[in-house]
C-alpha cells in the first residue's frame, strides 16, 4: 500500500487558506447555503459523454443528471461548471459557469423553441421536452428548471461550510461532489448506511475514473461534539489494516475499526451511546483491531494468546486441523458492546490463529474460514486485491470492503467483475479522510489457472446439485438446476437465469435429453414423483406430457435408444414395477417384466454388448438382465446383498458393489466374480467401460492408485471423458474443496477450488478449456474456467 497523500485542508479552521474570490470569477457563490447536493465539473465533455457509460456512475448520478443533459451536452465551456440540486428529491436544479460569447449558442440547437420573459430578464428555452430558465448574472451564467430559482438568484455574501469546501476541491480531477451525508444514492460511494443517519454535514468526494473503474479521495465531516461514529475514533491512532489476511477470499462484506488503544476507543463508544463508560477490562483490551466479516467477527492483536487466556468461559468443542475451536458460553457478549459500528448477535464459537481470534455463530463456518486461512485464501492473497492494494493507505481508523454481490447491493446496480472495492477512512480533528477505489477486474488466465467464471443465485436453496444439458442451438451446453420449491431452473454458460419451470415434486436423477422428433431440437426428459416431464428449449410442456402417476415413482427415468435411430423409450421404475412409453406417451405392449415381488434398487440402463441388448438393475438381493421385451435374458442365480451404488458396464462385465465392500461383476453367462476393494460398507464406486473409482472415507482410488486425501466428509466421485482424457471429481463438504484429479491419480494445476456440492465438469462454451460447476452455497452456483 502506497501513503495516502492528504488533499484537502480543513478550512474551517484554517483560515489563511480561504481565497478572496471575485464575485465575477465564482459562480459557486450564487449556490444556497442550504443546497442538497453540489457537483463540481473540471472537464465537461468528459464527464458527460463517460458517466452514461460508467457501471457506477451511470447509477449514482445520472438519474438526477438526465434532467440537466439537454443543457450541459450544449455548453461549451473549459471553465468549471457547477451542477446543484437543491433539494434531496433532486427536483430543481441550478447550473452555474463563467459566461462568454461562445458558451450557449441557442440558435445552433436543432428542435428548441427559445422566448424572451422581459419582465425578469429571463430566456425560457425548451429543447425536445425539457423546459429550462436561464440569465447571465455578473459574467456567471445560470440555468434551471424552475423559474423561481433563477428569479431569486442572487450571492451568498457570507461564508459557509459548503463555500468552504467548494474553494477546496481538486481541479485536476474530472469532477467532485459535496453532498449531504444523509443523500441517500450519493453517499453510497461511503460504503457504510451509519454515516447518513440525522447527517447534516456536508461530505466532499473527488473523483477520478476511466473506463469502469471509479478512485476517489476526499473528506466526511464530523460535529464538534461526539454524535456521529467518526467519533469514536478521537484520540486513537488508526492502524494497519490486518483481517484481510485472515478473512476468506470469498468474503462478502468486511468492516475492520482499528486503534491504538481500545479503552480510548471504548470510552468515544460509551459516550456515543450515552452510556456511563465500563471500567470493566475485558479481552478486547489486548485488541487493536475488530472487524466483521459477513457472519464471523475478527479480533487482532499484538498478542492472541492473552486474549485466549483472558477468555474464561470457555471450552474446547473439537480439534480441526490441529486447531482447538472453543465454545464460547457468554455468547451475547459482543451484541452491544460494539453498537452501533458492529452488531454481532451471537458469538458461539471461536478459535485462534496467528495473531487473530474468530467468533462465529456456526462451527462449520468457523472450520471453512480457518481451512481459507491454512490454504492462504484471503482477501490479501487475491487477485482482485492485490489489483488494488496500490491505491490504498498504509494505516485507516474504519476500512470497508466489499465485493460484486454487496457492492451490487449496496448500490443497487447489477454488476459484474467489480471482485474487491474498498473505501477507508482516516480520523482527524472533527473529520475524516476518505479513500475509495472501485475497480473493475477481469481476472487474467494464466497457464493451467484456475479462474472463477461466474456465480448465479437461485431464490431458495438448491435441492440437487446442478448439472449440464446441451443446448443444440450453439452447440454449447447450459445448466439446469432445482431447488426446494421444486422450481427447475435453466441457466445459460454465461450465468444468465433464461427460465424457471414449477415443477410437482423433486427430479429423480439425471435430466436426459431426447430429440423426439428427429430434428436436432432436443427436449428435456425427467421423472419427478408423480410425474413424467418433457419440456422443449423453452421449459414449455410438450404434449402429451407431463404425464400424471397415481403410484410413487421410485427411481430416475431411463431413456432407451437401442438401435441410435431415436426411437427412444422412455422406461419409469415404480418399486416393484417397469412401464415403458414412447415419446408420444404411449405404453409399449411388447415390453412386460414379471417383477418376482421384488423392489428395483437401482436405475434400470441399457447396455449392448456385440449385437445384444441388455437392461440392467438391480433388486433387493439380486441382478436382473433384461431382454428388450422385458423377459429376462440373463438368469443371475446367486443373490447378491447390493450397496447403493449403480450398475455399470466395466470389462464388459455387468459391475456394481456389495455391502461388504466388494466389487461384484456378472459375466453374460450368469457366472458371478467377487473382488475384495478393502472397502468398508460405506463406500462409492463409479465405472466407465475400463475405468474403475471407488472411494471410501478420504481414501480415493483411481485405477490401481491411491490417494489419501485430507479428513472430510466427501461426495461420491465422478467420472467424466472430455477432449479425449479422463477426470475424476470430489468434494469435501466440511472444507468445502472441489478436487479434479486425472486417470492417472494426479491432481489438475490449482486445484482443489472452493465449492459447497458435488461438481460436474463440462465444455459449456466454444472457448478452449473446460467448465467446472458446482455451488459456493447452498443457494449458489459457481462455475469455474481450466485454462
Given at each position: 500500500?502506497?501513503?495516502f497523500?492528504f488533499?484537502?485542508?480543513?478550512?474551517?479552521?484554517?483560515?489563511?487558506?480561504q481565497?478572496?474570490?471575485?464575485?465575477s470569477?465564482?459562480?459557486?457563490k450564487?449556490i444556497?447555503s442550504?443546497?442538497?447536493?453540489?457537483?463540481?465539473i473540471?472537464?465537461?465533455?468528459?464527464?458527460?459523454?463517460?458517466?452514461?457509460?460508467?457501471?457506477?456512475?451511470?447509477?449514482?448520478?445520472?438519474?438526477?443528471?438526465?434532467?440537466?443533459?439537454?443543457?450541459?451536452?450544449?455548453?461549451?465551456?473549459?471553465?468549471?461548471?457547477?451542477?446543484?440540486?437543491?433539494?434531496?428529491?433532486?427536483?430543481?436544479?441550478?447550473?452555474?459557469?463563467?459566461?462568454?460569447?461562445?458558451?450557449?449558442?441557442?440558435?445552433?440547437?436543432?428542435?428548441?423553441?427559445?422566448?424572451?420573459l422581459?419582465?425578469?430578464?429571463?430566456?425560457?428555452?425548451q429543447?425536445?421536452s425539457?423546459i429550462?430558465?436561464?440569465?447571465v448574472?455578473?459574467?456567471?451564467?445560470?440555468?434551471?428548471?424552475?423559474?423561481?430559482?433563477i428569479?431569486n438568484?442572487?450571492q451568498n455574501?457570507?461564508?459557509?461550510?459548503?463555500?468552504?469546501?467548494?474553494?477546496?476541491v481538486?481541479?485536476?480531477?474530472i469532477?467532485?461532489v459535496?453532498?449531504k451525508?444523509?443523500?441517500?444514492n450519493?453517499?453510497?460511494?461511503?460504503?457504510?448506511?451509519?454515516?447518513k443517519?440525522s447527517?447534516?454535514?456536508?461530505?466532499?468526494?473527488?473523483?477520478n475514473?476511466?473506463?469502469?473503474?471509479?478512485h476517489?479521495?476526499?473528506?466526511?465531516?464530523?460535529?464538534?461534539?461526539i454524535s456521529?461514529?467518526?467519533d469514536?475514533?478521537?484520540?486513537?491512532?488508526?492502524?494497519?489494516?490486518?483481517?484481510i489476511?485472515?478473512a476468506?477470499?470469498?468474503?462478502?462484506?468486511?468492516?475492520?475499526?482499528?486503534?491504538d488503544?481500545?479503552?480510548l476507543f471504548k470510552?468515544?463508544?460509551?459516550?456515543?451511546n450515552?452510556?456511563?463508560?465500563?471500567?470493566?477490562?475485558t479481552?478486547?483490551?489486548?485488541?487493536?483491531e475488530?472487524?466483521?466479516?459477513?457472519?464471523?467477527?475478527?479480533?487482532h492483536?499484538?498478542?492472541?494468546?492473552?486474549?485466549?487466556?483472558t477468555?474464561?468461559?470457555?471450552?474446547?468443542?473439537?480439534?480441526?486441523?490441529d486447531?482447538d475451536?472453543?465454545?464460547?458460553?457468554?455468547?451475547?457478549?459482543?451484541?452491544?458492546?460494539l453498537?452501533?459500528?458492529?452488531?454481532?448477535?451471537?458469538?458461539?464459537?471461536?478459535f485462534?490463529?496467528?495473531?487473530?481470534?474468530?467468533?462465529?455463530?456456526n462451527?462449520?463456518?468457523?472450520?471453512?474460514?480457518?481451512s481459507?486461512?491454512?490454504?492462504?485464501?484471503?482477501?490479501?492473497?487475491?487477485e482482485?486485491?492485490?489489483?488494488?492494494?496500490s491505491?490504498?493507505?498504509?494505516?485507516?481508523?474504519?476500512?470497508?470492503?466489499?465485493?460484486?454481490?454487496?457492492?451490487?447491493?449496496?448500490?443497487?446496480?447489477?454488476?459484474?467483475?467489480?471482485?474487491?472495492?474498498v473505501?477507508q477512512?482516516?480520523?482527524?480533528?472533527?473529520?475524516?479522510?476518505?479513500?475509495?477505489?472501485?475497480?473493475?477486474f477481469?481476472?487474467?488466465?494464466?497457464?493451467?489457472s484456475?479462474?472463477?467464471?461466474?456465480?448465479?443465485g437461485l431464490?431458495?436453496?438448491i435441492?440437487?446439485?446442478?448439472?449440464?444439458?446441451?443446448?443444440?442451438?450453439?452447440n454449447t451446453h447450459?445448466?439446469?438446476?432445482?431447488?426446494?420449491?421444486?422450481?427447475?431452473?435453466?441457466?445459460s454458460?454465461?450465468?444468465?437465469?433464461?427460465?424457471?419451470?414449477?415443477?410437482?415434486?423433486?427430479?429423480?436423477g439425471?435430466i436426459?435429453q431426447?430429440?423426439?422428433?428427429?430434428n436436432?431440437?432436443?427436449?428435456?426428459?425427467?421423472?419427478?414423483?408423480?410425474r413424467?416431464?418433457?419440456?422443449?428449449?423453452?421449459?414449455?410442456?410438450v404434449?402429451?406430457?407431463?404425464r400424471?402417476?397415481?403410484?410413487?415413482i421410485?427411481?430416475?427415468?431411463?431413456?432407451f435408444?437401442?438401435?441410435?435411430?431415436?426411437?427412444?423409450?422412455l422406461?419409469?421404475?415404480?418399486?416393484?414395477?417397469?412401464?415403458m412409453?414412447?415419446?408420444?406417451?404411449?405404453a409399449?405392449?411388447?415390453?412386460?417384466y414379471?417383477?418376482?415381488?421384488?423392489?428395483?434398487?437401482?436405475?434400470?440402463?441399457?447396455?449392448?454388448?456385440?449385437?445384444?441388448?441388455?437392461?440392467?438393475?438391480?433388486?433387493?438381493d439380486?441382478?436382473?438382465?433384461?431382454n428388450?421385451?422385458?423377459?429376462?435374458?440373463?438368469?443371475?442365480?446367486?443373490?447378491?446383498?447390493?450397496?447403493?451404488?449403480e450398475?455399470?458396464l466395466y470389462?464388459d462385465?455387468?459391475?456394481?458393489s456389495?455391502?461388504?465392500?466388494?466389487?461384484v461383476?456378472?459375466?453374460?453367462?450368469g457366472?458371478?466374480?467377487?473382488k475384495?476393494?478393502?472397502?468398508?460398507?460405506?463406500?462409492?464406486?463409479?465405472?466407465t467401460?475400463?475405468?474403475?473409482?471407488s472411494?471410501?472415507?478420504?481414501?480415493?482410488?483411481?485405477?490401481?492408485?491411491?490417494?489419501?486425501?485430507?479428513?472430510?466428509?466427501?461426495?461420491?466421485?465422478k467420472?467424466?471423458?472430455?477432449?479425449?482424457k479422463?477426470?475424476?471429481?470430489?468434494?469435501?463438504?466440511?472444507?468445502?474443496?472441489v478436487y479434479?484429479f486425472d486417470s492417472?491419480a494426479?491432481?489438475?494445476?490449482?486445484f482443489p477450488v472452493?465449492?459447497?456440492?458435488?461438481?460436474?465438469?463440462q465444455?459449456l462454451d466454444?472457448?478452449?478449456?473446460?467448465e467446472?460447476?458446482?455451488q459456493?452455497?447452498d443457494?449458489?452456483?459457481?462455475?469455474?474456467?481450466?485454462?
Amino acid at each position: 500500500m502506497k501513503p495516502f497523500g492528504f488533499l484537502l485542508i480543513l478550512l474551517f479552521t484554517l483560515s489563511s487558506c480561504q481565497k478572496d474570490y471575485n464575485s465575477s470569477k465564482s459562480p459557486y457563490k450564487f449556490i444556497s447555503s442550504d443546497t442538497e447536493v453540489v457537483i463540481s465539473i473540471n472537464e465537461l465533455s468528459d464527464f458527460t459523454s463517460s458517466i452514461k457509460e460508467h457501471s457506477i456512475l451511470n447509477g449514482i448520478y445520472n438519474k438526477e443528471l438526465n434532467k440537466t443533459s439537454e443543457i450541459l451536452k450544449n455548453l461549451n465551456t473549459s471553465n468549471k461548471v457547477y451542477v446543484a440540486f437543491l433539494n434531496s428529491s433532486a427536483t430543481e436544479n441550478l447550473i452555474l459557469t463563467k459566461n462568454d460569447s461562445s458558451l450557449f449558442i441557442v440558435d445552433s440547437i436543432p428542435n428548441h423553441i427559445s422566448e424572451n420573459l422581459p419582465e425578469f430578464n429571463i430566456t425560457k428555452t425548451q429543447i425536445d421536452s425539457i423546459i429550462f430558465y436561464h440569465k447571465v448574472l455578473n459574467n456567471v451564467f445560470a440555468a434551471s428548471n424552475n423559474l423561481d430559482v433563477i428569479k431569486n438568484l442572487k450571492q451568498n455574501e457570507t461564508k459557509n461550510k459548503l463555500t468552504d469546501l467548494l474553494e477546496t476541491v481538486e481541479n485536476k480531477t474530472i469532477a467532485s461532489v459535496i453532498f449531504k451525508s444523509k443523500t441517500s444514492n450519493y453517499s453510497n460511494l461511503l460504503f457504510s448506511n451509519t454515516f447518513k443517519e440525522s447527517n447534516d454535514n456536508y461530505s466532499l468526494i473527488d473523483l477520478n475514473f476511466s473506463d469502469n473503474n471509479l478512485h476517489f479521495n476526499g473528506i466526511v465531516t464530523a460535529t464538534d461534539s461526539i454524535s456521529q461514529i467518526l467519533d469514536c475514533f478521537k484520540k486513537t491512532i488508526p492502524q494497519t489494516t490486518k483481517t484481510i489476511n485472515i478473512a476468506p477470499a470469498t468474503t462478502q462484506s468486511l468492516f475492520s475499526v482499528s486503534f491504538d488503544d481500545y479503552s480510548l476507543f471504548k470510552n468515544n463508544l460509551k459516550k456515543l451511546n450515552s452510556k456511563t463508560p465500563d471500567s470493566t477490562k475485558t479481552f478486547l483490551n489486548f485488541t487493536n483491531e475488530i472487524a466483521l466479516a459477513d457472519n464471523t467477527l475478527i479480533l487482532h492483536s499484538l498478542d492472541a494468546n492473552l486474549i485466549v487466556e483472558t477468555i474464561e468461559e470457555k471450552s474446547i468443542a473439537e480439534t480441526f486441523r490441529d486447531v482447538d475451536i472453543y465454545e464460547f458460553e457468554n455468547t451475547a457478549f459482543f451484541k452491544q458492546r460494539l453498537q452501533p459500528i458492529i452488531s454481532f448477535e451471537t458469538a458461539s464459537y471461536f478459535f485462534k490463529h496467528e495473531d487473530f481470534v474468530v467468533f462465529s455463530d456456526n462451527i462449520e463456518t468457523l472450520k471453512s474460514f480457518l481451512s481459507d486461512a491454512l490454504n492462504d485464501q484471503t482477501i490479501a492473497n487475491s487477485e482482485a486485491f492485490k489489483n488494488i492494494e496500490s491505491y490504498l493507505s498504509d494505516d485507516a481508523s474504519i476500512f470497508i470492503y466489499k465485493n460484486n454481490d454487496k457492492l451490487s447491493e449496496h448500490l443497487g446496480i447489477g454488476l459484474k467483475n467489480y471482485h474487491a472495492n474498498v473505501v477507508q477512512y482516516t480520523y482527524e480533528d472533527n473529520y475524516a479522510h476518505v479513500n475509495g477505489v472501485i475497480e473493475e477486474f477481469k481476472k487474467r488466465a494464466a497457464s493451467n489457472s484456475v479462474t472463477e467464471t461466474f456465480t448465479t443465485g437461485l431464490d431458495a436453496q438448491i435441492i440437487s446439485p446442478p448439472q449440464t444439458v446441451e443446448n443444440y442451438i450453439n452447440n454449447t451446453h447450459d445448466i439446469a438446476v432445482q431447488d426446494t420449491n421444486n422450481v427447475l431452473y435453466l441457466i445459460s454458460n454465461s450465468g444468465n437465469i433464461l427460465w424457471k419451470k414449477q415443477l410437482q415434486g423433486k427430479i429423480l436423477g439425471k435430466i436426459e435429453q431426447i430429440d423426439m422428433y428427429k430434428n436436432g431440437r432436443l427436449q428435456l426428459a425427467f421423472t419427478t414423483p408423480n410425474r413424467l416431464y418433457v419440456l422443449d428449449r423453452n421449459g414449455n410442456d410438450v404434449s402429451p406430457f407431463p404425464r400424471k402417476f397415481n403410484d410413487e415413482i421410485t427411481q430416475p427415468l431411463s431413456v432407451f435408444d437401442y438401435d441410435k435411430q431415436k426411437n427412444y423409450r422412455l422406461l419409469v421404475t415404480q418399486d416393484k414395477t417397469l412401464l415403458m412409453y414412447d415419446v408420444k406417451g404411449k405404453a409399449i405392449n411388447g415390453f412386460r417384466y414379471k417383477s418376482n415381488s421384488k423392489s428395483i434398487t437401482s436405475q434400470p440402463k441399457h447396455f449392448r454388448i456385440g449385437s445384444k441388448d441388455y437392461i440392467v438393475f438391480s433388486t433387493e438381493d439380486n441382478l436382473k438382465i433384461l431382454n428388450r421385451q422385458g423377459s429376462v435374458r440373463i438368469d443371475v442365480k446367486d443373490k447378491i446383498r447390493f450397496s447403493n451404488n449403480e450398475v455399470y458396464l466395466y470389462q464388459d462385465k455387468f459391475t456394481s458393489s456389495n455391502t461388504l465392500g466388494q466389487l461384484v461383476q456378472v459375466d453374460t453367462k450368469g457366472k458371478i466374480s467377487r473382488k475384495d476393494l478393502n472397502l468398508t460398507d460405506k463406500h462409492n464406486i463409479t465405472t466407465t467401460s475400463k475405468t474403475l473409482v471407488s472411494m471410501y472415507e478420504n481414501k480415493l482410488y483411481i485405477k490401481t492408485r491411491k490417494l489419501d486425501l485430507d479428513y472430510g466428509v466427501y461426495t461420491a466421485p465422478k467420472i467424466f471423458y472430455l477432449n479425449d482424457k479422463i477426470y475424476i471429481t470430489t468434494t469435501d463438504l466440511q472444507s468445502k474443496k472441489v478436487y479434479l484429479f486425472d486417470s492417472q491419480a494426479k491432481s489438475i494445476p490449482n486445484f482443489p477450488v472452493f465449492g459447497t456440492s458435488s461438481a460436474e465438469l463440462q465444455k459449456l462454451d466454444k472457448s478452449k478449456g473446460l467448465e467446472l460447476i458446482t455451488q459456493t452455497d447452498d443457494k449458489t452456483i459457481v462455475v469455474y474456467k481450466l485454462h
